[in-house]
T-cell receptor, first 115, second 115 residues
Framework: AQTVTQSQPEMSVQEAETVTLSCTYD???????LFWYKQPPSRQMILVIR??????QNATENRFSVNFQKAAKSFSLKISDSQLGDAAMYFC????????????FGKGTRLHILP | GAVVSQHPSWVICKSGTSVKIECRSL??????MFWYRQFPKQSLMLMAT?????????EQGVEKDKFLINHASLTLSTLTVTSAHPEDSSFYIC???????????FGPGTRLTVL
């Protein structure tokens, strides 16, 4: 069975600085998708970024980028120029490219932005 | 695009009554929708997969008779909490994926409080 591990329950970063959230996963599959979702205090889950396992190029979305290391089964999220609105719970998630559409979530990392 | 709505956003009910929560995909069709439960400061826990036109698939440990799921159309799934008790109080979230898209989009959630 696949698992997703986020080893940092909480992190803090100064506004305008850069922070990296860690995520590792375990799978025997070769085709899959990885996601970072953000859950702000409103509790609305928001997609931050998606990575297809077959793509070697790391995904980027404005200030958000990932470091995808397939062999190491690592998928970290880098947030550049951190803003107060980035304060949220961040969940790393895995989905197989085949079979059912279930998403497996990590336990989350709470990110605090210090003004 | 890819907007999912939930109704109601907050419901309070008396113990022993039933509560229905609706999940709608507003601008896409979804053959599959997912229902999650989230406790404070925890990750999302998948309860069941809702399949349009067929029975839902429940995760281990989730009571089928307590959490009734109906997926009557390609844009609507409902979760009914039957004979609710205080321990059913929680935050319930639904999600859906547009056809041939791996990303799940989430509703804003429903906070259920059972008195």
């Amino acid at each position: 069975a696949q698992t997703v591990t986020q080893s940092q329950p909480e992190m803090s970063v100064q506004e305008a600085e850069t922070v990296t959230l860690s995520c590792t996963y375990d799978t025997s599959e070769s085709d899959y998708y990885l996601f970072w979702y953000k859950q702000p205090p409103s509790r609305q889950m928001i997609l931050v970024i998606r990575q297809e396992a077959y793509k070697q190029q790391n995904a980027t979305e404005n200030r958000f980028s990932v470091n995808f290391q397939k062999a190491a089964k690592s998928f970290s999220l880098k947030i550049s120029d951190s803003q107060l609105g980035d304060a949220a719970m961040y969940f790393c998630a895995y989905r197989s490219a085949w079979g059912d559409d279930k998403i497996i979530f990590g336990k989350g990392t709470r990110l605090h932005i210090l003004p | 695009g890819a907007v999912v709505s939930q109704h109601p956003s907050w419901v309070i009910c008396k113990s022993g009554t039933s509560v229905k929560i609706e999940c709608r995909s507003l601008d896409f069709q979804a053959t599959t929708m997912f229902w999650y439960r989230q406790f404070p400061k925890q990750s999302l826990m998948l309860m069941a997969t809702s399949n349009e036109g067929s029975k839902a698939t429940y995760e281990q440990g989730v009571e089928k008779d307590k959490f009734l799921i109906n997926h009557a159309s390609l844009t609507l799934s409902t979760l009914t909490v039957t004979s609710a008790h205080p321990e059913d109080s929680s935050f319930y979230i639904c999600s859906a994926s547009p056809l041939r898209t791996p990303t799940q989009y989430f509703g804003p959630g429903t906070r259920l409080t059972v008195l």
